[in-house]
């Protein structure tokens, strides 16, 4: 975790960028490719946007941090309008088709990341009493596991208001940036279930306390999310509905998953018990916590 009260240097630029790029197209980023194609001073514009954001996601990877507060909600939508909206049509990728499988990509190039990391260690240990297999046996750990799970780790960015409710994740008592923190320590270090367990807590409290969701059981609470209508209440944050870029379907996917884990699989009634058995599978376990991630990361920063 990181708090910061002013945006740095390399987000004011983003944002700049981003809003130069966008009011060029008109906001239409499907029409880039052909603007740029006829204006050298675009592409040179869309270049420079696709660096800075490249810049800014390594940055954020580098720290391994779970999450940044405070982020200004005005950085987190132009961030999340850009990934969604306008990668796919900057000038660095316009002769490169999407990925059939984002996810396989993302751990396949993670894992190649890890490699090195792993031939870097194996390197500077020649000439010592150890090697690396004798000390990932002593430390128990998986140094490429490791290493490839924190660089598919994507860093949430959380809204000022948000952050604030919980004191910037400064208090030691239990708040949904701890959770958030320590379910990403579970993921990174290789244990789902723990990772599984902490997620389904950060989605009860982020219904519970920021869309101010009703009920005692998490499915009861994704209903009340996504059918309540947009109203102010006492509450520091206002009652909302599920954003539209949360489906609700993912939510109870996820949901069913959680409970088929913690508790034995007793929901077999259920459409869970064929669909949950990527956890047998390290590659596909990795991945589908990836998208679980993805799916409570737009669940806070919306």
Request: net charge negative; glycine share 2%.
């Amino acid at each position: 975790m990181t708090s910061e009260t002013k945006d740095s240097e390399y987000v004011i630029e983003f944002n700049i960028l981003f809003q130069m790029v966008r009011k060029e197209c008109k906001d239409k980023p499907e029409d880039l490719k052909q603007l740029c194609e006829r204006d050298h001073e675009i592409d040179e514009l869309c270049r420079k946007l696709s660096d800075s954001a490249e810049f800014l996601d390594l940055e954020s990877k580098s720290k391994g941090l779970a999450y940044v507060a405070p982020v200004d909600p005005n950085h987190i939508r132009n961030w999340n309008d850009f990934r969604l909206r306008y990668t796919k049509f900057l000038p660095k990728l316009f002769e490169t088709s999407p990925p059939t499988d984002p996810y396989g990509q993302l751990w396949n190039s993670s894992d190649q990341e890890a490699s090195d990391v792993v031939t870097w260690i194996e390197t500077n240990l020649r000439g010592s009493d150890t090697n690396l297999d004798e000390l990932q046996e002593a430390l128990k750990l998986d140094v490429r596991g490791v290493a490839r799970r924190t660089a598919m780790f994507d860093t949430f960015l959380i809204p000022r208001k948000i952050s604030n409710h919980y004191n910037n994740g400064n208090s030691s008592e239990p708040s949904m940036l701890n959770l958030l923190e320590q379910a990403q320590t579970a993921f990174i270090h290789g244990a789902p279930y723990a990772a599984i367990a902490l997620m389904r807590a950060v989605v009860e409290a982020t219904l519970r306390d920021h869309y101010v969701a009703k009920g005692e059981t998490l499915d009861v609470m994704i209903e009340s999310a996504r059918k309540q209508e947009n109203t102010p209440n006492n509450h520091m944050l206002r009652k909302r509905p599920l954003p539209k870029v949360v489906n609700p379907n993912e939510l109870h996917y996820f949901r069913i998953t959680a409970n088929n884990i913690l508790h034995s699989n007793t929901a077999k009634d259920e459409q869970s018990t064929l669909q949950n058995r990527w956890w047998m599978d390290q590659k596909q376990t990795e991945k589908q916590l990836v998208k679980f991630f993805g799916m409570i990361r737009k669940l806070i920063e919306s």
